[in-house]
């Protein structure tokens, strides 16, 4: 009787921990929006020059920006309410999980990319920041896959009747 407590108390803080952490991963979502096109906007004449020294068309950059901002959060925003909905007791599936572990890999492996990628118009504390913000992204989203990961597995030995 007192483990099973002890599960139910693991499993409420864990489901309150994938709403807090899913409107996180919608918040960090948009934030992304936000800054991209802020980005874009103020650098958009250095945007639109490629290496070769081509000049992009506007709309095609826009366009171009808008479709993977999108995607971007249409991803972000699924799988935020995914575990908001698991964290408030509907079973979800896996899909979510995985996808959250591959974000927040790629959040943690841009915390190495962007000093690299860093031109010399970018200053330390543009750079600094940058990595923070990716940084407190990755480990949101990789919080919100280990607590996914224990609510399934809290909530099947409960169900199971494992005590």
Do not use: H
Not at 11 to 23: H, M, Q, S, Y
Not at 117 to 143: F, P, Y
Not at 144 to 153: D, E, F, H, N, S
């Amino acid at each position: 009787m007192e483990q099973n407590s002890c599960l139910q108390v693991r499993l409420r803080k864990d489901r309150n921990t994938l709403v807090v952490v899913g409107a996180g991963v919608i918040a960090f979502g948009v934030w992304s929006v936000i800054k991209a096109v802020m980005y874009a906007a103020v650098n958009i004449e250095t945007l639109l020059v490629t290496r070769s020294g081509e000049r992009l068309s506007p709309a095609a950059f826009w366009i171009a920006l808008a479709v993977i901002v999108a995607i971007e959060l249409a991803l972000r925003v699924y799988v935020g309410r995914s575990a908001i909905a698991e964290g408030r007791g509907v079973k979800k599936g896996a899909l979510y999980i995985v996808l959250a572990i591959l974000m927040g890999l790629i959040s943690l492996l841009s915390v190495v990319v962007v000093p690299m990628a860093a031109g010399l118009d970018s200053s330390v504390l543009q750079t600094a920041a940058a990595m923070v913000v990716e940084l407190t992204s990755g480990v949101t989203i990789l919080e919100m896959a280990v607590a996914a990961i224990r609510v399934k597995r809290t909530a099947g030995l409960l169900e199971n009747g494992e005590r």
